[in-house]
């Protein structure tokens, strides 16, 4: 073998054995033999040996406008051409410019915004801005839920495999998910089941608290648990318990936000609920490190003790994340996804219909999922089918995510740019992977 792709293979063989020389294994990459990656162009990318894969995942939603999008490239060339560092110790019209922005989008009074760069440091600083408002330190947050990867972050994940095995950090308290395919309370899960769970929020405040909560933090769509969606006043009844004892209501949007979920900016939209601090990070910037916290004004003020972020507000990440937004407004990114979401559900409900280890099907607008089971009566969960078909969809040159408490639910998150001619492919390619399975 000669020519581009003879050094391109060799050099994915270079990377593979790097990583496992140089690299922390505790951040293991996807498939039996991972892909390495070294181009891509709207939904699609490219990896070492040249192979060209239609991706479904978009870097777990983070490419939320495709790989390489052509105005936020020059646009961020331009800026990194200019200025390409100042910390928080100075301002920049862009960080400025897209706070505004935010503030008008955001739900309810959310007008004050702290950049950083991830969607852990976003929660850090929303549970620092709820200490100090309530001068509480008590939080409650979903078993199932994830927040991160830093002590406090993990700690306030609910499950076991992101949580390192020395973490402990106390005044944190997990309460029941609702999870209507896995509901305690009935199936299918109703209005009765929302009183239930609003028993198990009071009752642990109750309980496990000193009755005087800070605050009660959730997903709107619990990301990596496996897209689990609320049924519909649980966010209301959750937010009226947490506000009843003095606590306030955290939003985490850091998958769910910016369009994602169909129809809205914000997924919480979806149940007219207002919160008080909203985090949110990946999409907004196109793939550049971008975190933000935002929180209605009289709780930004309450902090008052000195804070930096050496790299929050990068003049270059502010870019991409100002031409994002540009991009996302004009091409209406909430109604796109509302369209193209409807035409990736019913494909996968298709599916379902024909592959009975396809438990559930659910998500809204382009954050979808398929909850993988031994037995659709049982509704025992099955890692190994959810593993076959991420090799099967490899071999179809497709990317597709895992999720779920036993990494048994397909996540599938494309490009909010995505065309109805490259959905339908990602669909049939997705059906030959399933019949591989079968």
């Known amino acids: 073998m000669s020519g581009p792709k003879a050094t391109l293979a060799t050099n994915a063989e270079a990377v593979k054995t790097g990583r496992k020389e140089f690299l922390f294994p505790c951040a293991p990459p996807y498939y039996d033999d991972p892909l390495v990656l070294v181009g891509g162009h709207g939904v699609t990318v490219i990896d070492a040996e040249g192979r060209e894969f239609l991706d479904l995942f978009s870097g777990i939603l983070t490419t939320s406008l495709g790989h390489c999008h052509p105005e936020v490239v020059e646009y961020v060339q331009n800026q990194l051409g200019t200025l390409g560092h100042t910390s928080t110790l100075y301002l920049t019209e862009h960080q400025v410019e897209l706070a505004r922005r935010l503030a008008s989008i955001a739900p309810g009074g959310l007008n004050k915004s702290f950049f950083t760069n991830s969607g852990t440091e976003a929660v ?180 008052t003790a000195k804070t930096i972020s050496t790299f929050g507000g990068n003049p270059v990440a502010m870019a991409a994340g100002l031409i994002t937004n540009e991009i996302m407004v004009r091409e209406d990114v909430p109604s796109r996804a509302a369209a193209r979401g409807k035409q990736l559900r019913a494909g996968l409900e298709l599916l379902q219909q024909e592959h009975p280890w396809i438990g559930d099907v659910r998500g809204m607008g382009l954050m979808q999922a398929l909850e993988l089971v031994e037995d659709p009566h049982t509704k025992e969960p099955s890692p190994s089918k959810a593993k076959q078909l991420m090799e099967a969809t490899k071999e179809e040159r497709l990317l597709i995510g895992v999720g779920g408490l036993h990494g048994h639910v397909v996540r599938i998150g494309p490009s909010l740019l995505i065309t109805e001619d490259e959905m339908a492919e990602g669909l049939e390619r997705l059906g030959r992977a399933c019949n591989r399975v079968s």
Request: glycine residues 12%; aromatic residues 12%.
């Open 124 to 303: 850090e600083t929303a549970i620092i801005a709820a200490y100090t408002y309530t001068g509480r330190s008590e939080i409650i947050v979903l078993r199932q839920g994830y927040s991160g990867r830093s002590i406090l972050a993990t700690n306030l994940t609910g499950h076991s495999g992101w949580r390192p095995l020395a973490s402990s950090v106390a005044g944190i308290k997990h309460v029941m998910a609702p999870y209507p395919y896995r509901c305690p309370f009935g199936s299918p899960c109703d209005d009765s089941c929302i009183d239930a769970f609003g028993r198990d929020l009071e009752e642990a405040i109750l309980t496990t608290t000193n009755g005087k909560p800070a605050a009660f933090m959730a997903e709107t769509i619990l990301g990596v648990g496996g897209y689990i969606v609320p049924p519909p006043g649980y966010f209301q009844r959750a937010a009226e318990i947490i506000r009843h004892y003095g606590g306030l209501f955290i939003c985490d949007e850091v998958q769910a936000g910016f369009g994602r979920t169909g129809d809205k900016w914000f997924g919480i939209e979806h149940w007219d609920v207002e919160p008080d601090i909203m985090v949110m990070a990946k999409g907004i910037a196109s793939g550049f490190p971008v975190g933000v916290t935002m929180a209605r004004d009289e709780i930004a003020e309450a902090w």
